[in-house]
């Protein structure tokens, strides 16, 4: 590669020796936290369909109902239940769907939209229990879709909030969400691997979100034993016990670089890699290729902005030659048939909603022709949180926190904790 190259792709930049990269990875490490730093208990609640899984915060004021996108669990709203707890008088109840988590029902792969909406619309009877306590419907991709399919149904609910999931780029990315599954590993020989690659591939940019989230998305290949409940018995391994891999990018976009795959260079007989870059205004990991704003891969399971295509693998050291120890909790790849059917007419449904709405993007170029005139139109309030990938609550859960709050507060639909001003969070 000639030297002019270099310079344009930015690979002039100043390296570390791999000594000092590890040594710098000594000071990470990727062991799992446990859901009850963030809530205060899980339950399981029995419908004629099987038995849910909820992870609750919270004894008084309205119920944020939160509902995941596909392949993550209710855990993915820890960061965002801790977060708005402290912000707002509430109660969060965060579900495990069907399939997903510790849930168990008589169909675990039937994703059909409405076999799900039936779902969450018999547990909110349960949470309920005859009370008129409010209901804000909260979902993620996929779990938005659901939101929106029984925002209806459900007689107490008072807001909807959608997170990162537009029909039109949805459905446009279904040609390839099968070569986005392969592309992720089928296997992690531990825990902590798998909390490694969730971080590392872009799957999420908040590492705490990781800890907690990812042992929610895979189970024991022996014990079937989602993973979540075996945090325990973890032993925290440090990165440098890990497979780093060298990457040189050169910043083309606030939080978004581009990336240029080249081989470690040589010197002195040792391999010397570049420290992963970092963004200068948030200081978080580099966006993966396929999260970026411009050129996205985009992804429907992982709603408009899913994980890199070619993640990177979780290698195995010389050292280690244990065998793979836990797999993903659900097989997605095995539920395509019902993919279109959850984005399909999501937009026109959405603005239908007569509560109070709001629609929380990573990126405005995701906004389809009908939410764009129903924007303009005000029918739903809309707030783009740039500097995030897909799963914005996890990535940024204090931001969420406080927009959903401010938005709630202003709305009247809930009552703000001492020391929380909505009047301080920006508007849309």
């Given at each position: 590669?000639?030297?002019?190259r270099?310079?344009?792709?930015?690979?002039?930049?100043?390296?570390?020796?791999?000594?000092n990269?590890?040594l710098?990875?000594s000071k990470q490490?990727?062991?799992?936290?446990k859901?009850?730093n963030y809530?205060d208990?899980?339950e399981i609640?029995e419908?004629?369909?099987?038995?849910?899984n909820?992870y609750?915060?919270?004894?008084e004021?309205p119920?944020?109902?939160?509902?995941?996108?596909g392949?993550?669990?209710?855990l993915?709203?820890?960061l965002?239940?801790?977060?708005v707890a402290?912000?707002?008088?509430?109660?969060?109840?965060?579900l495990?769907?069907r399939g997903?988590?510790?849930?168990?029902t008589?169909d675990?792969?039937d994703?059909s939209?409405e076999?799900m909406a039936?779902d969450v619309?018999?547990?909110?009877?349960k949470?309920?229990d005859?009370?008129?306590?409010p209901?804000i419907?909260?979902?993620?991709?996929?779990?938005?879709?659901?939101?929106?399919?029984?925002?209806?149904?459900i007689?107490?609910?008072v807001?909807l909030?959608?997170i990162?999931v537009?029909?039109?780029t949805a459905l446009d990315?279904l040609s390839s969400m099968?070569?986005?599954?392969?592309?992720?590993?089928?296997h992690f020989?531990?825990i902590?691997?798998?909390?490694q690659?969730?971080?590392?591939?872009?799957?999420?940019h908040?590492?705490?979100a990781?800890?907690?989230?990812m042992?929610?998305?895979?189970?024991?290949?022996?014990?079937?034993?989602?993973?979540?409940?075996?945090?325990d018995e973890?032993?925290v391994?440090?990165?440098?016990?890990?497979?780093?891999?060298g990457?040189?990018?050169?910043?083309s976009?606030?939080?978004?670089?581009t990336?240029?795959?080249?081989e470690?260079?040589?010197?002195?007989?040792n391999?010397?890699?570049?420290?992963e870059p970092q963004?200068?205004?948030c200081?978080?990991?580099?966006?993966p290729?396929?999260q970026r704003?411009?050129?996205s891969?985009t992804?429907?399971e992982?709603g408009?902005m899913?994980?890199p295509q070619?993640?990177?693998?979780?290698?195995?050291t010389?050292?280690?030659t244990s065998?793979?120890q836990?797999?993903?909790r659900?097989d997605l790849?095995?539920?395509e048939?019902?993919?279109t059917?959850?984005?399909?007419?999501?937009s026109h449904?959405?603005l239908?909603?007569?509560?109070?709405?709001?629609?929380?993007?990573?990126?405005?170029?995701?906004?389809d022709?009908?939410?764009?005139?129903?924007?303009m139109?005000?029918k739903f309030?809309?707030q783009?949180?740039q500097?995030?990938?897909?799963?914005?609550h996890?990535d940024q859960p204090?931001?969420v926190?406080?927009?959903?709050?401010?938005?709630?507060?202003?709305?009247?639909?809930?009552l703000p904790k001492?020391?929380?001003?909505?009047n301080n969070?920006?508007?849309?």
């Amino acid at each position: 590669m000639s030297d002019l190259r270099k310079t344009v792709l930015g690979l002039h930049a100043k390296r570390s020796s791999t000594s000092n990269s590890r040594l710098a990875a000594s000071k990470q490490n990727f062991g799992p936290v446990k859901w009850s730093n963030y809530f205060d208990k899980e339950e399981i609640i029995e419908t004629s369909k099987g038995k849910f899984n909820v992870y609750s915060k919270g004894s008084e004021g309205p119920i944020l109902l939160c509902l995941h996108g596909g392949g993550y669990s209710g855990l993915t709203w820890a960061l965002f239940t801790d977060a708005v707890a402290k912000t707002i008088h509430c109660q969060v109840k965060a579900l495990d769907l069907r399939g997903h988590g510790k849930t168990s029902t008589n169909d675990d792969l039937d994703l059909s939209l409405e076999t799900m909406a039936n779902d969450v619309i018999d547990v909110s009877k349960k949470i309920l229990d005859g009370s008129s306590t409010p209901i804000i419907l909260l979902g993620h991709s996929m779990g938005g879709a659901v939101a929106v399919e029984v925002a209806h149904s459900i007689d107490n609910t008072v807001g909807l909030c959608v997170i990162d999931v537009v029909e039109g780029t949805a459905l446009d990315a279904l040609s390839s969400m099968q070569s986005i599954l392969r592309g992720r590993p089928t296997h992690f020989r531990s825990i902590p691997h798998a909390i490694q690659w969730c971080y590392k591939s872009g799957q999420t940019h908040n590492l705490e979100a990781a800890k907690v989230s990812m042992p929610g998305q895979i189970i024991n290949v022996n014990s079937l034993k989602l993973a979540a409940d075996e945090c325990d018995e973890v032993e925290v391994e440090k990165e440098d016990g890990l497979d780093v891999l060298g990457r040189r990018s050169v910043a083309s976009s606030a939080c978004t670089l581009t990336e240029v795959a080249e081989e470690p260079e040589e010197k002195d007989g040792n391999v010397q890699t570049s420290e992963e870059p970092q963004c200068n205004d948030c200081g978080k990991p580099p966006l993966p290729k396929s999260q970026r704003t411009e050129n996205s891969t985009t992804s429907p399971e992982q709603g408009q902005m899913g994980p890199p295509q070619h993640a990177p693998p979780i290698h195995q050291t010389a050292s280690d030659t244990s065998p793979p120890q836990y797999k993903w909790r659900i097989d997605l790849s095995k539920t395509e048939k019902f993919w279109t059917g959850w984005f399909t007419d999501l937009s026109h449904k959405f603005l239908e909603v007569k509560v109070p709405k709001l629609l929380l993007l990573a990126n405005i170029h995701g906004l389809d022709t009908t939410l764009t005139v129903g924007q303009m139109q005000g029918k739903f309030q809309l707030q783009v949180l740039q500097k995030s990938g897909h799963a914005i609550h996890e990535d940024q859960p204090h931001n969420v926190a406080e927009l959903l709050s401010a938005y709630l507060v202003k709305q009247k639909i809930a009552l703000p904790k001492d020391g929380f001003s909505h009047n301080n969070v920006p508007s849309c």
